[in-house]
């Protein structure tokens, strides 16, 4: 299967979703829906380090590329889920250079690195494991918070940092918006710009959480790593419109559940 970090060399665009809820069945559909990758959410996700396992299988299975956000920039956390199968890593929260470089020294093996050796799912898939994991895992910081912002070029400029990923509601929450996509917001829409436009001065892929209406726009404005949905939202939405529609045909069953 063909990397995160080959297509984006390639210059290609990838679509991706998120999970959060810990079902392997919803992981594997999930992946079959044809996204570029899936990603497990260990941050905020109802899912912890075990469900990750299964999680991290049933989306290879399916045919995506399996990837984790991890709940926070912990390099014994990050090396887990790189050994159970995780193929990059998003983390939270990064505000500056050195927390940039603590995610790279975390997921890269030396002398890229200080990983700690051990990939007892990941490794093996590979024939050489431990001589192709720097090329395989992707390192994505993310950049949520007016703070990061500040440090964007520094951040961007660390080795071995393939991509950034927004997280807009952080992100709007410290510019003192509501959480969110605030695209009617001046100071949200110049920071994506902004964002972009580091991005493209330091050979970085710009990514960042989106929805399937928003998708086309994030493309137009240069995002090349966009996630689509989540398990959870579509889920949702796809039952209240299902709901909707047998709800008209007998306006008398389940109308108190509907939001």
């Not at 399996?66 to 890593?89: F, M, S, T």
Request: hydrophobic share 45%.
């Amino acid at each position: 299967m063909t990397t995160l970090r080959e297509r984006w060399a390639a210059g290609n665009t990838t679509l991706g979703a998120w999970l959060s809820i810990p079902s392997p069945v919803v992981a594997e559909v999930t992946a079959r829906t044809g996204f570029d990758y899936v990603c497990a959410d260990l941050q905020h996700g109802a899912l912890d380090y075990a469900d990750s396992v299964g999680l991290f299988q049933a989306v290879l299975l399916g045919g995506a590329t399996p990837i984790a956000r991890v709940p926070w920039n912990e390099p014994g956390v990050i090396g887990k889920v790189l050994d159970a199968g995780a193929e990059a890593v998003i983390a939270p929260m990064i505000n500056s250079a050195e927390e940039a470089s603590a995610v790279v020294r975390a997921a890269r093996y030396p002398p890229l690195g200080a990983r700690s050796f051990g990939p007892t799912v990941a490794g093996p898939r590979s024939s050489n494991y431990a001589a192709t994991a720097n090329d395989i895992v992707a390192v994505i910081p993310m950049i949520e918070t007016a703070e990061a912002l500040a440090h964007l070029d520094e951040i961007l400029s660390v080795p071995g940092v393939d991509a950034i990923y927004v997280g807009p509601a952080d992100l709007s929450l410290s510019l003192g918006l509501l959480p969110g996509n605030n695209d009617d917001s001046p100071s949200f829409r110049e920071a994506l710009d902004a964002i972009v436009a580091g991005c493209r001065r330091h050979g970085v892929v710009p990514g960042i959480h989106a929805t399937g209406a928003l998708t086309a726009r994030r493309l137009e404005q240069g995002f090349a790593m966009v996630t689509v949905t989540s398990d959870a939202v579509a889920l949702r939405l796809g039952l209240t419109s299902e709901m909707a529609i047998a709800h008209e045909a007998n306006p008398t069953t389940g109308a108190s559940n509907l939001y």
